[in-house]
């Protein structure tokens, strides 16, 4: 009979000690995922896009959020959204239906305001009667403008504006927009992956626990709780995302836990992304102030002109005549250049056509539904990939840490 060194309760507590050092290795290294947003603690040495420091951390995926974004919305814009096909959805006609009572204002707001500093005393002995027909002419005139400019808009969309861009950007901003992402996205995985610890660090525990009972040597309680934080993250990662496509064991079919729920994952990214990131508001903002935000404005100056062109046909004889042709085309100008400063003040009248119209929730819903698994993968995986055995490192190093512990408390 084997003579046992230690109380029986000691070798009884063994399994479950690992089960819970699984547990708590998993939670500690998902939050070394997400926490801290900022590098927390003393920046005496750290490279460049590196979570660690000498005495400090970051959490990976906000250390990340560029690249992490990039490769997700990579996705969305080349296999779930297609700009020039969204955008061809608005209806010019509607468009200019919406727009038109905003338009108006405007136009009549910019003519009063420019001739009054360019040119007020001719300006103020144009009659009332006159002054009414331009308006009147604007009216009939805010239909054609809008169109047309809508329609070039259309035709020239993947110059105006680049979602990619405006994605990733608005991640790199704000970090927790690219944490909530990947946490909501994933949230029963990340839940899986914590209980997991538990069940596996328990199943390794009863195996360590047969050692012990036969071999109590001072290294393999550290040992063991090493490889059981190191084991456990392993597995975990590899439910998730394995196998890619449906497989049939021993008449059980298997398929990562992540990817069997692709229609919920599917409803929940493209809630997210457009709710907080590629909402109309933030679209119409990147129009106006992103990087291609000059091709916008040379576009819609060259429309303003021609409406602007048209709206002061009837006095243009008497102003020409009074101003000069020079002048009469700097007033032109000058309209134009502040109908396109002032749109931006105007184009809230759009957003629940817009919405509707482009209906961008929906259309990513859908089609990230219909992505074949390995496409679909690409949504989450960028989280773990590149740094997967970073997470299984730290889990691991937290398993060693609280194995001595547990050498130097029950079995000391």
């Known amino acids: 009979m084997v003579e046992l060194k230690y109380e029986w309760w000691e070798y009884f507590v063994i399994p479950w000690f690992a089960g819970v050092v699984g547990y708590v290795t998993n939670v500690l290294a998902l939050e070394m995922m997400f926490r801290p947003l900022e590098f927390w603690g003393i920046p005496l040495f750290r490279l460049k896009g590196e ?35 969204v955008f061809s959805r608005l209806d010019p006609n509607q468009f200019s239906i919406e727009m038109e009572d905003g338009v108006l204002l405007l136009m009549d707001e910019t003519i009063n305001e420019v001739a ?55 991640c790199v901003e704000k970090k927790e927009l690219v944490i909530k992402i990947f946490r909501e996205v994933g949230d029963k995985e990340f839940e899986f992956i914590r209980r997991s610890g538990f069940y596996f660090g328990f199943l390794f525990g009863c195996v360590q626990m047969t050692i012990w009972f036969f071999y109590n040597g001072s ?16 597995l975990a990662l590899k439910v998730i995302f394995r196998p890619l496509e449906p497989t049939k064991v021993c008449g059980f079919t ?34 106006f102030t992103g990087p291609l935000s000059q091709n916008f404005y040379a576009l819609m100056r060259a429309h303003t002109i021609v409406f602007t062109e048209k709206l002061l046909s009837e006095v243009k004889p008497v102003l020409v005549a009074a101003m000069g042709a020079s002048q009469f085309a700097d007033l032109k100008e000058e309209i134009a250049q502040k109908v396109v400063e002032k749109m931006p ?37 960028p989280c773990f990939e590149e740094d997967e055995i970073l997470l299984i490192a730290v889990g691991g190093l937290l398993g060693l840490s609280v194995g001595i512990i547990q050498l130097f408390t029950i079995f000391a």
């Open 51 to 85: 979570p660690w420091g000498i005495l400090g951390w970051q959490g990976v995926v906000p250390t990340r959020a560029e690249k992490m974004a990039s490769v997700c919305f990579d996705l969305m814009t080349s296999k779930l959204i297609n700009v020039k096909e």
């Open 116 to 170: 009054n500093e360019l040119a007020p005393s001719i300006w103020e002995k144009v009659p009332q009667e006159v002054k009414d027909d331009i308006i009147v002419m604007a009216d009939e005139e805010c239909t054609t403008f809008m169109n047309n400019f809508m329609k070039d808009m259309q035709d020239n969309v993947d110059k105006i504006v680049d979602l990619k861009e405006l994605s990733v950007r608005s």
């Open 219 to 234: 290294w393999l309680l550290p040992v063991a709780a090493f490889l059981v934080g190191w084991v456990t993250n392993v």
């Open 254 to 287: 298997l398929q990562g836990i992540f990817l069997r729920r692709q229609e919920e994952v599917s409803e929940s990214f493209a809630r997210i992304v457009c709710v907080d990131i590629i909402h109309i508001k933030a679209i119409w903002d990147e129009i």
């Open 345 to 381: 003040s105007i184009i809230d009248h759009s957003y629940e056509y817009t919405q509707k119209a482009l209906n961008l929730e929906e259309t990513m819903r859908t089609k990230m539904a219909a992505l074949s698994s390995e496409e679909f993968e690409g949504v989450l995986h």
